[in-house]
């Protein structure tokens, strides 16, 4: 939280009330003036393994401090760009959807309802997870804006239509999302791992419109041609689930696969597609801050959404 | 898992498959023939803050292998009895009841089915929990059999009535319980902690037949005098949250509250009420494994449950 | 952070952004209208074996979520007063004291800048550590007030004059407190441990004005006792090292010791405390999450402070 | 444990008892009828520096309930193959070797026991370690079989004859297997770290019949050339020390050595192998779960085995 | 490492190789001149549950260090004493005895030897475990001594004969002890748990000259009644298993039990006896740091024996 | 410690006292005689977000005792050469520097006295620290020796002249040595992160002679192309910051940044440096145990600093 009573403070990463990168936390959603707001979806009952997740957007919003350090931007040698120029772009934390335990429907609707007063305001909607159903409500939020083409990182399909009922759990948002007339086209990059959705999955998802590229597959192409494979022309919106990445960078999570993506690949494919299009919205989900007992997963979860805000801002 | 083929084996605690106290399994639920079945009921959205009993079956029966080992009964050099004796009594394990992520209702659904499963089998059945909420299955699948009397050990009073629409949760079992025709009544010890429940949370419990006694009013009675506060002639289900016990020794759960229990206070209430009367049921919830490095509860939790299933069965 | 603006929450703990209590954020020092008024003290450079509780603040507030849950108020049925009253009392949390590193004289120098300005507004000024160096800074921000007692609870004596030149290390703070005119006495209990202290620092420190209290020598008088070699009719401020409790409960410290204090004696002794005169001040140190990994440290913390202040508030 | 009453369960992964991938468990050791049987050896007293590795069976078959998740096998979209085809192939768990605390001969004793059980059952014999010493009695137990050629994945040789008269600790396996006369050669990939080994060990191993092969001496060969260097027409035998992986993966074991190999590179190498000719046994040995916090080494140790079993079973 | 060169240092804790309380090391082990000679015994193969004791020498010296600050010995001040003063006792560690890997009775040979050495010396020796099995060579090393009766304080009887041919493990050391003809008798203080011990045991432990008494039998008689019940005008041999003390204090160790004792019981009660007599050996054995994640343990482990040899010093 | 007087030790590395390496310990520094000395330089107070580096030197000594297991030096299999032959070469641990809580003057000023004393004696200083702020008086140590270029292996540029006052925190090292008439020059190496500095920070430091390098940079260039950028004919002075290597094998460290090197890279950096010319002194700094719960960064910190040792030597 930002204090412009007392400009003079070294305000060290670790002083102070935690808000996402220690941005202006507004209580009141009828008034969020920014470019990019973050909000809290810490709803984890859609988990079918390892629960914890909804301590995520606390352990995100703790780590995110260590990279608040500063408050002049963020400059980036290699690119020799001053990311997050206070003085260029406004960004604000609006804290998290209600959620009630027990009752998935109102969790979803809530989160549903804090997306959409984001977008009604004009900005750009960071949804920090929970585990991956809180996409599903990200996306209904849409509902009735421009088409959108989603890109999502992550080690599992998440493409199963019904399992015992259950059509809002983790294992369902990308079939939920194909399903909205809005939504034109998926790209589906670092899927692996034996076992996760059976053959039929795969075949729906491709029939649905969906481009499926594994990590090897991915590596083989290069960023590059990962990029030329995503359309041109849209608007994009970008659902990372934290088991994209590899379990060595990212063990904090329910369902880990071995045999994902380092930090650089993504980093370069989120900088690709902010220079290729709009991504008009962002989630970040199953950071599980329970199993990340050195901290390294919720650190990579805020370095990874504070250098793709700076990018997604300053290629827009 | 017991082997017959093999009955010279030494047996280490830490060796072998890991069912409740190594007793055997059972995964014919219409083949359950025993005096005592062991459940777990791993589910965990009707947690109100940390997440993670969704495990504590697991931790459970992990722990309880160190408790196994020898299995010509348990001898309590205090009390000069052999517990668990192989010969007299039988205890099965029957697995976990099937748990759906995102759906309360059909979870708790499947847990009250075990339950029935267990009771038609004229077994006692002694359910893992999973977040204190799976004790509303538990108490529905007594329907249709002779009355009970509830005793529960908690820092919480679990009394809400609904909020937000939730009836279902960890705040509300003990309100559902007191609603049923076939519970007699309550007593509620342990109960204490700022803030758990507003004045008319208690106000209602009392005149629904709850008995409430904090830890203080417990250890200001002695054992005896608690037991002198609970209805003779009835019989009893008795219902442990462990986070009745003190964070000393119970660290591992979602909602720790300081100043709970020792070890011996509570295993002597359990032992006076086996000996006042039938204990019919038993579930002990709230264990959460990710938040008990060390093990500490997830022990407390199998040593609590093998001595209470011992004198439950040599008592009655 | 209540959110008037949707008074339909039900603002489950692990919801919204972490200020102590989620009680309103004030940024802006020169508007701090209180009864109390939380600030941290992220300072651990006074530190003599392991660092971290430069955490502690954040470890507490993360905590202290637990508790806020029902901003009703917390209701104790054992007293049978309804504490924190949000009719009757205003607490806020201002944030932390802005931290020099490798300065120890410029950090000490704006955590008296804070407590002052909370002390100007008339507030009761509730300290979070730190390490216990932070209570010099506290007690230098009440030169020109009217006199205060101070009470310790602290398994240490924390009366080294210099050691090495070091005179502003958390083994100084109650030498530091026993120099000041308006300091009149000290009252320390809990202390013990081997080779904390050498003897000349117990005679100064009685020479200085202090009633030296261990456990046992607590146990033996009773808290009935110890409270009434406490003076009467001054005014109190209360320093609490989290160390003073037992490793059992409060493991996450620097220096932990053995034989510490249980919850209620402590809980008591401040009620008492409470009610036998004003408590004008506050501060709970060396908490250090890094050694806390089930968060029984920082739930404790948060605990204490939450009832202390309901107390302090509540029979002043 | 699969339940066949009970055919409609969802069965999610944190559900029931923990047999390796949920496979039937066998306690009749004369009655093992399955292409693959997997038996824990917990034994860890041969272990030089951390101990630990005796509860790394019950730390895999806890992570391998993660890959069991729909029981219609395994699909994999890469190689568009579903291995694990309960179908076609039939796998069971049949518990652990029974350990013997101080006495490592009869321990070892009892290991050979219950892998002669299994090959003596036509099945595939895949033993969840303990230390490498287990691997010394997995390998006598071949003996009367066929030749076997051993591929060792590990990031040290094995290979100390004797010292202070220890010949079966974990420092001497692949020594021991050199001694056999069923033993046609070995392959070690991986070997690498400073001081492991000193230079009279690797003369012996290549004297013996080993071809030795350093990570990046891999990496430049290439997972063919590597292959290409691995006898032709011979049975295989493989043994994986998950140290042979990096730490960054595989932090959960008594000895890492940094610089070890990534996931594709020794599932490629597993398949390679798979294709090349019958792998007739297997063994995974080194992980220690108390040094695996975040369990993302049993999760790679689970990972690899239902990998390479199902290759093993699709290719032979 | 204290450091006569440098007689200026402030030598903080944290600073510094980490010997017992940072006593100088001895490697000369035929040139041992003290009063008391500290060795590590990191022997673990004798557990039956959970290994890892093997560290627990480097985790007690490490915590060791907390208590060293100020070598002017150790003031208390409710004793009003200054123990360990170092113008009066001289104290050692000589490292650790040679641990053989698979090699029960060559390592429990070689620690035989090392305290062979110290009472050559004439020094009393202190032995840090490593499991409760290093108390079988200590006792050995006694034999040609004058007789001695043997405290123990422990959950568990270790009484056992022999199982499987073990006759050396963590269960075995008492009935080892008592068959020895220069132990005159054993009290075995602490007992308790289900199932430790058949009922055969306790009978002929008591056959054999033991007093066994469980914690409330402990707390009824009060430590003054127990030291009556110990023989006087003998030489004690204190053994400390770790898990005596309750799991609160004493998470950290192979086989916890709940309802242990606390740290003022142990030490009244060790104050007790070295008023009564000699004690001429000590060893305190299971303290697990792996299981130990807050430190909790070794501190105790170090608070303890650093009184203990204090006060044995001081009234001998 | 190695121990002449007992040679037929097998002196696992689990046993003993933990100097690094187990080389001897040397405590009075006006004797020190080696090629090599390391120190411990444990201060943590010029951290700028966790501390607990304090902690370091105690970890890398007990990470570095598995690497020191058979004293007769170490085998590198794919160099053929036997670095740290103790017939060739002498190291010692001297043991640390002494560290003033609270006053960073005097800390770094006795971390220099330290550094001196080695230099004083002709051996290679080798420190252990500590934060990133104790290279200062490392450099400072250099004083009146032979000009050196300094290569920095980092995540951060640590370039900042003055902030707040704060001129010799972990923030100012490299810009403290690029002012010293001695340093001719430096390669900063693996700089990376955005926020850790602002633009002119890297104006100033090529302006004062830096040669900056990302991790990206660094491998486009390769180790050959590296190396050729820096000087040739001068003396080396290497400072290793932990968080230059990626968190996924150095997770225990204060400031972590993603995208970091592996472990191959850093060891034919230096390899390749300590063939080009002499490195004359040596730091690594920022491991911080606490964070490093599986200790994979300790041993990483170990393994590299043994290697770097052994490679310095036998190519000077």
Redesign the interface.
């Known amino acids: ?1 930002p ?4 400009p ?12 996402f990168g220690k941005f202006p ?1 507004i ?4 008034r969020i003036e920014a470019d990019v707001a973050v909000m ?1 979806a ?1 709803f ?9 997740a ?2 995520g957007p ?1 352990g995100i ?2 780590a995110s401090t ?5 408050l ?7 690119d ?1 760009i ?3 120029d206070p003085a260029k772009v406004r960004i604000v ?1 609006i ?10 429907a ?1 969790s979803h609707a809530n989160i549903a309802y804090g997306v959409r007063k984001i977008l009604e305001a004009g900005a750009v909607p960071v949804v920090l997870g929970g585990d991956h ?1 809180v996409n599903i409500p990200c996306i209904d939020a849409f509902e009735g804006q421009e088409p959108i083409h989603i890109v999502q990182i992550d080690a599992h399909l998440d493409f199963v239509d019904e ?4 059509r ?3 294992g369902n948002p990308m079939r939920r999302a194909a399903e909205k007339p809005y939504v034109t086209g998926l790209t589906q990059i670092g ?5 996760s ?3 039929d999955g ?1 075949e729906a998802a491709r029939r649905m419109g969906a481009d ?1 590229l ?4 991915f590596r083989k192409l290069g960023v590059e041609g990962v990029l030329a494979r995503i359309p041109d022309g849209v608007r994009y919106y970008l659902t990372i689930d934290i088991d994209g990445f ?4 990212a ?2 999570t329910g ?5 994902g993506f ?3 690949e993504m ?1 370069e494919l989120i900088d690709g597609l902010a220079r290729k299009g709009p991504v008009v919205g962002l989630d970040l989900v199953e950071v599980a801050p ?7 997963t919720q ?2 979860a805020a ?2 959404l ?2 793709a805000i ?1 990018r997604i801002l300053h290629h827009r």
């Not at 899927?191 to 076992?195: E, Q």
């Not at 594994?214 to 597959?217: F, G, L, P, T």
């Not at 369902?255 to 045999?259: F, K, Y």
């Open positions: 939280m204090d412009a009573a007392r003079a403070r070294l305000n060290l990463p670790f002083v102070g009330i935690c808000t936390y209580a009141d959603w009828d809290g810490p984890d009952c859609g988990a079918q393994y390892r629960s914890g909804r301590m606390r919003r703790e260590l990279f608040s350090f500063g002049g931007g963020a400059y980036d040698f290699e020799d001053t990311y997050l934390d804290g998290d959807a209600d959620i009630i335990h027990t009752d998935t109102q159903s399992r015992h009922g259950v809002f759990g983790h899927i692996r791992n034996v076992s959705t059976a053959r795969y499926i594994s990590v090897r597959q590899d379990p060595s960078i063990p904090g369902t880990p696969s071995h045999g380092g930090y650089y980093l329970d199993y990340d007992h050195t901290g390294t650190t990579l370095q990874v504070l250098n700076g």
